[in-house]
């Protein structure tokens, strides 16, 4: 009896075929839409960050300071090593922050019109009627890009002393001209997915204290062909990041909820 059970199991034994791995591809996702993902944030570590305190539940094994966080994989990368990046949208934001880091109160989006009614403190910074702190914040949606090709969206902000580097890089990716490609004598700019741009993170300071910051080197140059020429899966990227981008303005991505900076503690406007 017990030969003829052990027979029938193996009768019922459905022989493992690669191509199952196909025929199976999104199995299980199928009840899945946008309003079921996440989109991770990027951040720079600093010395007040839970995620570098061994004693903090949030601490993640490896992390240090100037380390560039994903706040959904909970991976940290080494900054000085850095990460490639293609943007894709950019969005200036005021978000409104309660005092002492109790957390966030909301987003009043693009319009600059909610400073006009803060008082300003004795960092320079915008403070509300109720004593929040309002912080004009850059917003990108970026694609970061592997050594092999592949590549994942993320959102990188940056404000205060950072605001700085954003407005650099958004005056890189707005002076770039690159050649027509039917008209030599004519230039454009074109779309700021056309290239990529390493981002490492510096040690910075100023008289109130020390913290890591971001360094943003563009890869390509004008006449170089961009990302198209230069990355693997460069003409994927591009593609994608077209449709990214409508995706973004239709209000269909959907972000990680933000954490305040640690790095704000120590920066001045």
């Known amino acids: 009896m017990a030969n003829q059970i052990a027979k029938k199991k193996d009768n019922n034994v459905i022989t493992f075929d690669s191509d199952l791995l196909l025929a199976d591809a999104g199995a299980g996702m199928e009840g899945m839409t946008s309003d079921d993902f996440m989109?991770?944030?990027?951040?720079?570590?600093?010395?007040?960050?839970?995620?570098?305190?061994?004693?903090?539940?949030?601490?993640?094994?490896?992390?240090?300071?100037g380390h560039i966080f994903d706040n959904v994989s909970g991976q940290a990368s080494d900054g000085e090593e850095g990460i490639t990046v293609v943007p894709i949208?950019?969005?200036?934001?005021?978000i409104e922050w309660k005092p002492d880091r109790g957390g966030l109160v909301r987003d009043h989006g693009s319009d600059s019109g909610i400073l006009e009614g803060c008082s300003r403190g004795?960092?320079?910074?915008?403070?509300?009627f109720d004593g929040n702190e309002i912080v004009p914040t850059a917003e990108y949606f970026v694609y970061v890009v592997d050594n092999d090709g592949g590549f994942s969206p993320a959102m990188l902000t940056m404000?205060?002393?950072q605001l700085k580097k954003a407005r650099r890089w958004n005056s890189m990716i707005n002076r770039l001209q690159v050649p027509h490609p039917s008209d030599e004598t004519k230039?454009?700019?074109?779309?700021?997915?056309?290239?990529?741009?390493?981002?490492?993170?510096v040690p910075e300071e100023n008289d109130q204290g020390s913290w890591f910051g971001w360094n943003i080197e563009m890869l390509f140059d004008a006449s170089s062909g961009g990302i198209i020429q230069n990355l693997k899966s460069g003409r994927d990227i591009y593609l994608a990041a077209r449709n990214f981008k409508d995706q973004v303005s239709?209000?269909?991505?959907?972000?990680?909820?933000?954490?305040?900076?640690?790095?704000?503690?120590?920066?001045?406007?």
């Open 39 to 65: 989109i991770p944030r990027l951040a720079v570590l600093q010395q007040m960050s839970p995620q570098v305190n061994k004693r903090d539940g949030a601490y993640v094994d490896g992390a240090e300071p």
């Open 89 to 94: 949208s950019y969005r200036r934001a005021h």
């Open 122 to 128: 004795a960092k320079g910074e915008y403070l509300s």
């Open 159 to 161: 404000s205060k002393s």
């Open 187 to 201: 230039k454009f700019t074109p779309a700021m997915f056309w290239n990529a741009y390493k981002m490492t993170t």
């Open 250 to 269: 239709s209000g269909e991505v959907k972000v990680s909820p933000e954490t305040q900076a640690d790095e704000e503690d120590l920066e001045t406007m």
